[in-house]
C-alpha cells in the first residue's frame, strides 16, 4: 500500500485498557447518595401526583340533580289520604246600628208627640188607646199620650216607638190625679162597655166604663154624662158634687142610653137631678 508524502503508515491497533476498579466505599457512596437522590425524586413526584390523586380519590360523586319542576311537583301534590285544609273565608263585618236618643212623650198631645219623635229621628210610630177601648186616633191634636215604649233614653234609631193614648179631657189609666181645690164635680160609670160623652155645658169629653173622673166645678151651670150600649147589656151612670149624688140612671139592652144630667140653681146654688131616671 502507498501512502502520501505527508502521512506515515497508521499507527497500530491496541485495544483500550480495561477500567480500573473502583474502591468498595466509593460504590456505597454512590449507591446512597443516589438512592437519597431516588427517594427525594420519588417524594417531589409523589408530592405533585399524589395529592392529585387524593383529592379525585376523596372527592363525593354528587347524586343527580332532579329538576326544580319535578321537586316542586312532588312537594306540592296532596296526599290522597290527607283531608285538606278549607281555606278559610273573609269575617263578615256586622252591621253599624244608627242610635239617638228618645224624648220624654208622655203628657204631650199625641200629635205634638210624634214631631218630636220624628225631630229626634224616630220614624217608625204607631199608637193606641191607652184605655184598651180600641178606639182609633183618627184626629192625633184630639188624643195626649198616657205611656211610651221603649221609654226615653238611648235606643237604636230602627226601634219602633208605640204610644198609648187617651182622648183629651181623659184621665189616663193608673193615674192618681191631685184632689180639685174647691167644690168637685165626679163622673161615675159602672157596667158594660158602651159609647160615653161627658162634660160641662158647652164641652164634650169621651170615656169609657167603668170610669171616675173628678174636676173642679166651675162656673157652668150644667153638666151632663151620657153612656149608650152596644147591643146589650147594663150601664150605670152618676154625677156627684162635692161626693154628693145628684143625679143617677141605669139603662140595659140593645142600644139604649143612660143620662146623667145637673143643673145648679141660679138663686139658691144648689145642684138638682136635671134628667136622671
Not at 466509593?26 to 420519588?42: D, N, W
Not at 273573609?90 to 200629635?111: D, E, I, R, Y
Not at 238611648?154 to 182622648?167: C, E, P, W
Request: glycine share 12%; aromatic share 4%; net charge positive.
Amino acid at each position: 500500500m502507498t501512502y502520501p508524502p505527508q502521512q506515515g503508515p497508521p499507527a497500530p491497533y491496541l485495544p483500550p485498557p480495561p477500567p480500573a476498579k473502583q474502591p468498595k466505599w466509593k460504590l456505597a457512596g454512590i449507591g446512597c447518595g443516589g438512592l437519597l437522590v431516588l427517594l427525594v425524586v420519588l417524594g417531589v413526584v409523589g408530592a405533585i401526583v399524589g395529592p392529585a390523586k387524593d383529592t379525585a380519590a376523596s372527592r363525593p360523586i354528587p347524586a343527580p340533580t332532579q329538576p326544580v319542576a319535578s321537586i316542586t311537583s312532588a312537594s306540592t301534590s296532596p296526599d290522597p289520604t290527607t283531608t285538606p285544609t278549607p281555606t278559610p273565608t273573609a269575617s263578615v263585618k256586622p252591621a253599624v246600628v244608627k242610635a239617638g236618643t228618645l224624648p220624654n212623650l208622655v203628657g204631650k198631645g199625641l200629635q205634638a208627640a210624634q214631631d218630636a219623635a220624628q225631630a229626634a229621628g224616630f220614624f217608625l210610630l204607631k199608637s193606641h188607646d191607652a184605655l184598651g177601648t180600641g178606639r182609633h186616633q183618627i184626629l192625633d191634636r184630639d188624643w195626649k199620650v198616657c205611656s211610651q215604649t221603649p221609654a226615653p233614653g238611648g235606643r237604636a234609631l230602627s226601634s219602633t216607638v208605640d204610644l198609648g193614648a187617651v182622648k183629651t179631657g181623659e184621665d189616663c189609666p193608673g193615674s192618681k190625679p191631685a184632689a180639685p181645690k174647691g167644690d168637685t164635680i165626679t163622673y161615675v160609670l159602672t157596667g158594660s162597655h158602651a159609647d160615653v160623652q161627658y162634660g160641662q155645658a158647652g164641652s164634650s169629653a169621651e170615656g169609657h166604663v167603668p170610669m171616675t173622673v173628678t174636676k173642679t166645678l166651675g162656673h157652668p151651670l150644667y153638666y151632663s154624662i151620657t153612656a149608650q150600649l152596644n147591643g146589650g147589656g147594663k150601664v150605670t151612670c152618676e154625677i156627684k158634687v162635692n161626693g154628693k149624688v145628684i143625679s143617677r140612671a141605669t139603662a140595659s139592652g140593645g142600644y139604649n142610653i143612660a143620662m146623667c144630667e145637673i143643673s145648679q140653681d141660679f138663686l139658691t146654688g144648689d145642684w138638682t137631678d136635671t134628667n136622671g131616671g
